[in-house]
């Protein structure tokens, strides 16, 4: 018998993934939009010190902190990426951003406690909130708002919801609107949360991803906030399962702890490779000048097929868009495109139990040519 714990929303991006599988091994041209998987590998300099170290048999458990030139790297990023001084001692590696997401919520909550999320946003925050027995309160973003939380909403919401809010989690840039929270706001909402003895997570994950946007990070000015970053998307080791959290001193060793028994520590050999990769200059510019021409010619290609625009396209690798045109079912209308073009896209209401009905996420992480012949079977469907 299940426990209540697991009484969670699927991830329907991953079951329309999985059905796109399926049907790619039954020989169908699949074009997969639905997952923030980058069209191209790891960078070459991960992957030749991956090679290395598993020819030197270099691999093992690490400290549940992480390998110490991996921390001192990502430290040494940080200065020169934000100018901001993060000891290595705070940084810690973890199996991905997920781990990251998993310690922090149990690090700083108790059962009960109510943790903001924006809506729409990113569906595994409220499912792992959820099973971790935690309130979610959804704050729901748009022009008014800017795409963002701000304390304005915050507090709206947690009075509506009649709670005292324990925690605020913002992702900058945002899955699934592209938004980039600037500096200003960003540093706003962290003193509100540090003013009102609220935890605050900063989900930097998609940061490298700017198209113009202002880009900032939470070490740059909130020392009590959790920051966690990603190697799945700039970096492009979704599969390495990799990731890093900056934690405040006092909250170290209590998440380490935690991690010891939870993962005993991310995998040695992509903690290698994630170390060359942070030295891989001018092959991550080119995946971001890949993305931007993506984001480029969907701005224009879908709001034509009758598709507008829900957010703006300032960051991270996806399109938000309207199909109320079309639908009042986006779940129903993702099965119907992929079945009837072979083109998998994710449902809004993975990120938008209210009004995810009218919407749909289109990732724009693969190829140009991808961009060009989904669109245009999309827009043969459409007709």
Same mark, same amino acid.
Request: hydrophobic residues 45%.
């Given at each position: 018998?299940?426990?209540?714990?697991?009484?969670?929303?699927?991830?329907?991006?991953?079951?329309?993934?999985?059905?796109?599988?399926?049907?790619?091994?039954?020989?169908?041209?699949?074009?997969?939009?639905?997952?923030?998987?980058?069209?191209?590998?790891?960078?070459?300099?991960?992957?030749?010190?991956?090679?290395? %170290?598993?020819?030197?048999?270099?691999?093992?458990?690490?400290? %549940?902190?992480?390998?110490?030139?991996?921390?001192?790297?990502?430290?040494?990023?940080?200065?020169?990426?934000?100018?901001?001084?993060?000891?290595?001692? +705070?940084?810690?590696?973890?199996?991905?951003?997920?781990?990251?997401?998993?310690?922090?919520?149990?690090?700083?909550?108790?059962?009960?406690?109510?943790? @903001?999320?924006?809506?729409?946003?990113?569906?595994?925050?409220?499912?792992?909130?959820?099973?971790?027995?935690?309130?979610?309160?959804?704050?729901?973003?748009?022009?008014?708002?800017?795409?963002?939380?701000?304390?304005?909403?915050?507090?709206?919401?947690?009075?509506?919801?009649?709670?005292?809010?324990?925690?605020?989690?913002?992702?900058?840039?945002?899955?699934?609107?592209?938004?980039?929270?600037?500096?200003?706001?960003?540093?706003?909402?962290?003193?509100?949360?540090?003013?009102?003895?609220?935890?605050?997570?900063?989900?930097?994950?998609?940061?490298?991803?700017?198209?113009?946007?202002?880009?900032?990070?939470?070490?740059?000015? @909130?020392?009590?906030?959790?920051?966690?970053?990603?190697?799945?998307?700039?970096?492009?080791?979704?599969?390495? +399962?990799?990731?890093?959290?900056?934690?405040?001193?006092?909250?170290? =060793?209590?998440?380490?702890?935690?991690?010891?028994?939870?993962?005993?520590?991310?995998?040695? /050999?992509?903690?290698? @490779?994630?170390?060359?990769?942070?030295?891989?200059?001018?092959? /991550?510019?080119?995946? =971001?000048?890949?993305?931007?021409?993506? +984001?480029?010619?969907? @701005?224009?290609? /879908?709001?034509?097929?009758?598709?507008?625009?829900?957010?703006?396209?300032?960051?991270?690798?996806?399109?938000?868009?309207?199909?109320?045109?079309?639908?009042?079912?986006?779940?129903?209308?993702?099965? =119907? /495109?992929?079945?009837?073009?072979?083109?998998?896209?994710?449902?809004?209401?993975?990120?938008?139990?209210?009004?995810?009905?009218?919407?749909?996420?289109?990732?724009?992480?693969?190829?140009?040519?991808?961009?060009?012949?989904?669109?245009?079977?999309?827009?043969?469907?459409?007709?």
């Amino acid at each position: 018998m299940l426990s209540t714990r697991s009484a969670v929303e699927p991830f329907h991006a991953m079951d329309i993934l999985a059905e796109a599988n399926r049907l790619k091994a039954a020989g169908h041209p699949v074009i997969s939009l639905a997952v923030g998987q980058p069209g191209a590998p790891a960078p070459e300099k991960a992957i030749k010190a991956a090679e290395t %170290a598993l020819r030197a048999g270099q691999i093992g458990y690490t400290d %549940a902190l992480g390998r110490v030139d991996l921390r001192q790297a990502l430290s040494a990023y940080y200065q020169r990426r934000h100018s901001a001084s993060v000891a290595p001692e +705070r940084i810690m590696v973890t199996t991905g951003s997920s781990a990251g997401f998993n310690l922090a919520f149990l690090a700083l909550f108790e059962a009960g406690d109510a943790v @903001a999320i924006a809506r729409p946003g990113y569906p595994a925050y409220r499912n792992i909130l959820k099973a971790l027995g935690l309130v979610v309160i959804e704050v729901p973003v748009g022009p008014e708002t800017n795409y963002t939380l701000t304390p304005d909403s915050l507090e709206r919401a947690a009075k509506a919801a009649g709670v005292r809010l324990k925690g605020v989690l913002l992702a900058s840039p945002a899955n699934p609107t592209g938004t980039v929270t600037g500096r200003a706001a960003l540093q706003q909402l962290a003193l509100w949360c540090d003013d009102n003895g609220i935890a605050f997570i900063s989900d930097e994950i998609y940061h490298g991803l700017t198209y113009g946007a202002e880009e900032a990070s939470a070490v740059e000015f @909130a020392p009590n906030a959790i920051v966690i970053n990603s190697f799945s998307k700039y970096y492009r080791m979704t599969g390495w +399962r990799i990731g890093w959290m900056v934690l405040p001193e006092a909250l170290v =060793r209590g998440v380490e702890c935690v991690a010891q028994s939870l993962y005993i520590s991310a995998p040695e /050999l992509s903690q290698i @490779a994630a170390c060359a990769a942070l030295d891989a200059g001018s092959e /991550l510019e080119d995946y =971001r000048a890949a993305c931007r021409a993506n +984001r480029d010619f969907l @701005a224009t290609r /879908l709001p034509e097929l009758g598709l507008p625009l829900l957010s703006p396209l300032d960051g991270a690798f996806y399109a938000y868009v309207d199909v109320s045109r079309f639908t009042n079912d986006s779940m129903d209308f993702a099965r =119907r /495109l992929l079945a009837e073009t072979f083109v998998a896209a994710t449902p809004g209401l993975d990120f938008d139990p209210l009004e995810g009905h009218r919407a749909m996420r289109i990732s724009y992480a693969g190829t140009l040519e991808d961009m060009q012949q989904a669109t245009g079977r999309i827009a043969d469907w459409l007709r």
